[in-house]
């Protein structure tokens, strides 16, 4: 049987999954929901389903499996709870909240009533990514060194602003936080660095034109950052990231192993090691297979990989970051920031 999915949030990245769950057999779009009225109406003419401004209004009248959750960093927490409470599994895109005490009230949620929750990190089930995991866990690993460089700030308000968004760190770099989890563990202590290089204040008469931008009123976040990471197993990590605007989207890793030495740019993946060498470009489906992967858990096959705890461990690396910032760049432990039992 089909799942029935519901979507919260039908802006950007929902078109993404809106177009995978249209086309694939085991997934049914039930409801499509924003509190922009217009874009809920859109999102169901162009994918189907009935369109909502109220996500409970949704749950009511469509009782759906699961739904989909691809809101603004701020908008999250009662979308999840009230699923939880109805027994409604939930796929989230990352990051999973803007703060630890939200995202702890969220897991008690779906620990108490046992949904599944997959946390949108697309990036640890692209194949080559797979394969580097496994080649690294047989080895020693040194460095961890990542970034993410993007040519302009989203023209999103929410973006630009450090309690809406929660500055790119945890909006965005998160992707190379958690994969650098996802390769070589925990992190167990952050150092951070973060600045706004340059003014972003708009010249008289610009307005945003949709897409990137360079400008914003009194934006409040970096837009550059750069992180010192110790690992649990002690290896050691940086993250570079800045939105300056430039040329090119970039991002990914360079990981220094025992004799191996791996590079990571998007899902593709090249190594060195005693073996010889290993290329791989990931299959272009590899986007989505992380919400297949949750629908087929809902459905009762496999387990979804990404859950709810690692998105939290994956936002506490951010927010120890700009909590070092604000300590003057004293080390923080992730051990202070976790919610217990995690
Ligand atoms: N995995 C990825 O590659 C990827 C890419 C882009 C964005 N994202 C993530 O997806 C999330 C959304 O990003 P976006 O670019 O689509 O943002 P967006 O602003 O384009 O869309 C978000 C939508 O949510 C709606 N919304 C806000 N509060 C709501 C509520 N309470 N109920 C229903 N709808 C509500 C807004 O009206 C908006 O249309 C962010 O967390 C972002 O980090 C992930």
Known sequence: MAVRLGFVGTGGIANRHLTCAQAHPDMEIVGTCDVVRALAEAAAAQYGGVPYTDFRAMYDAQQPDAIVICTPPFAHGEIEEEAARRGIHFFVEKPVAISMELAGRVWDAVREHGVIAQVGYMFRLAEPIRQARAMLAKRAVAMVQAHYYMPGMPGKGWWAKQSLGGGQLVEQATHMLDLGRFLAGDVKSVVGRCKQVRDWTPPAGWEPS????????????????????????????????????????????????????????GPNVRWQNEDGAYNAQADPSWVNAVLVEFVQAVQGQGTASVPYDEGIKSLAVSLAGYESVRRGGAAVELAELLPAGI
Do not use: R
Not at 237 to 265: H, R, Y
């Open 210 to 265: 949709g897409g990137l931008v360079g400008y914003w009123p009194e934006m409040d976040i970096p837009d550059t950052t750069a992180l010192i990471l110790e690992y649990a197993s002690g290896a050691m990590g940086t993250l570079s990231c800045s939105l300056v605007p430039q040329v090119a989207w970039d991002n990914g890793f360079k990981v220094v192993a025992e004799n191996a030495m791996l590079t990571i740019e």
